[in-house]
């Protein structure tokens, strides 16, 4: 039941650029959207999150765009830094339930 | 900053008997979560639980699991019968409101390891 979809497993990107994380959703009753941050041996961080009456949502170095038509949303991270090197989960929920659906994430390594 | 505690960080037991793996959430959030990630997949949502009640659950939530919050500070996850595929990465979280606007903050997660 893959209802949310990450389909890169793996992300490596130079300190300094860029890094752009994908996630793809089956589910058209999703309407609130985020993103979490795992460290090995913690637990997920919330990162950023989007409504989807909105297109995209910025706060510093990350934003969150969402493309409902295409039931495709992705965190942009300018400029990335080594200190993000972690695995990137893209969430979703619908109509205001509190159960997150969780995509498989992404381990994103930013090389000095 | 305040933070969800889970208890213990490792639990290994064997096959058929139950655990107990413990949380404790933000002292005032009022919704409490347990999810779980199977090595190598993704993070599933078990059971959701405000106002001394389950408030949603899924289908992986079945009669071998059960929760509870004993006191004011506790919420546990109880699994009966455990089976080798229970064996997984269990994160509490909690939240402040119940709809999905409200940060839902994780603990750093029990490993359970069932033989």
């Known amino acids: 039941d893959q209802q949310v979809k990450q389909n890169s497993p793996s992300l490596s990107v130079q300190e300094g650029r860029i890094s752009i994380l994908n996630c793809d959703y089956t589910n058209s009753m999703f309407d609130y959207f985020l993103w979490y941050k795992k460290y090995p041996a913690e637990g997920p961080t919330f990162l950023i999150s989007i409504s989807s009456i909105k297109d995209k949502n910025e706060d510093g170095r990350f934003t969150v765009f969402l493309n409902k038509s295409a039931k495709h949303l992705s965190l942009h991270i300018v400029p990335s830094q080594p200190g993000d090197s972690a695995v990137y989960f893209c969430a979703a929920s619908a109509g205001g339930a509190n159960n997150l659906f969780f995509g498989t994430g992404t381990r994103l390594t930013v090389i000095p | 900053e305040p933070e969800v505690t889970q208890t213990p960080s490792h639990q290994v037991t064997q096959m058929g008997q139950e655990v107990i793996l413990r949380c404790v959430p933000i002292s005032n959030h009022l919704y409490f979560y347990w999810y779980r990630q199977i090595l190598g997949q993704k993070v599933e949502f078990l059971v959701s639980f405000y106002n001394n009640e389950i408030s949603e659950k899924s289908e992986i939530f079945d009669d071998q699991f059960s929760v509870e919050r004993p006191d004011g500070s506790n919420f546990t996850l109880k699994i009966r019968s455990t089976k080798l595929e229970d064996s997984a990465m269990y994160f509490c979280?909690?939240?402040?409101?119940?709809?999905?606007?409200?940060?839902?903050?994780f603990g750093p997660g029990t490993r359970l390891t069932v033989l």
């Open positions: 979280a909690s939240s402040k409101g119940r709809a999905s606007y409200n940060e839902q903050f």
